[in-house]
T-cell receptor, first 112, second 114 residues
Framework: QKEVEQNSGPLSVPEGAIASLNCTYS??????FFWYRQYSGKSPELIMF????GDKEDGRFTAQLNKASQYVSLLIRDSQPSDSATYLC????????????FGTGTRLTVIP | EPEVTQTPSHQVTQMGQEVILRCVPI?????FYWYRQILGQKVEFLVS????????KSEIFDDQFSVERPDGSNFTLKIRSTKLEDSAMYFC????????????FGPGTRLTVT
């Protein structure tokens, strides 16, 4: 039940395209979901988090949460070569929890 | 912009030695975390700390590990007797509202046990 499943990729998109990253989970008690970006050899960098069903937009990024289907996704519009990184999905397992469970990440390559 | 800092950036130690990894969380944050990432693997939760005590710990965080907030700014992770399998990146993170909200990660300490 700790698992957060992500396609490891690599996912390749051309510059300017929309990149779509997906994450599924099995624990229906999961509360908040997070997307982090991690460049090789660096620490995770928070992109955004979502806890309500629906869409949440921040600049070129949109997170989508569907608790009934138990998936969360991240759309990156107008992808740039600098977006090339590993994208980590994480979840808070229950309302009072004070930890995060991470997926293995999806490697994204944006081709100039 | 406030950020989490960690020292040292790289620590090399011999098996069986004690190491202390140091973190300075963002100043107004109240929740502190340690995670580790073995090379090529996923980020794994170790321990969370709030109100001067451990709030949660994973099965990885056994008796060889301890955490401390020795003063108003530092947060440390001690590994009492390092093993080869402790070699990993160790990340400190902090949050102002807990794990339901944003956690910000420090740059990490690469621990190499020889």
């Amino acid at each position: 039940q700790k698992e957060v499943e992500q396609n490891s990729g690599p996912l390749s998109v051309p510059e300017g395209a929309i990149a779509s990253l997906n994450c599924t989970y099995s624990d229906r008690g999961s509360q908040s979901f997070f997307w982090y970006r991690q460049y090789s050899g660096k620490s995770p960098e928070l992109i955004m988090f979502i806890y309500s069903n629906g869409d949440k937009e921040d600049g070129r990024f949109t997170a989508q949460l569907n608790k009934a289907s138990q998936y969360v996704s991240l759309l990156i519009r107008d992808s740039q070569p600098s977006d090339s990184a590993t994208y980590l999905c994480a979840r808070t397992p229950w309302a009072g929890a004070n930890n995060l469970f991470f997926g293995t990440g999806t490697r994204l390559t944006v081709i100039p | 912009e406030p950020e989490v800092t960690q020292t040292p950036s790289h620590q090399v130690t011999q098996m069986g030695q004690e190491v202390i990894l140091r973190c300075v969380p963002i100043s107004n944050h109240l929740y502190f975390y340690w995670y580790r990432q073995i090379l090529g693997q996923k980020v794994e939760f170790l321990v969370s700390f709030y109100n001067n005590e451990i709030s949660e710990k994973s099965e990885i965080f056994d008796d060889q590990f301890s955490v401390e907030r020795p003063d108003g700014s530092n947060f440390t992770l001690k590994i009492r007797s390092t093993k080869l399998e402790d070699s990993a990146m160790y990340f400190c993170a902090s949050s102002d509202q807990g794990a339901l909200y944003e956690q910000y990660f420090g740059p990490g300490t690469r621990l190499t046990v020889t």
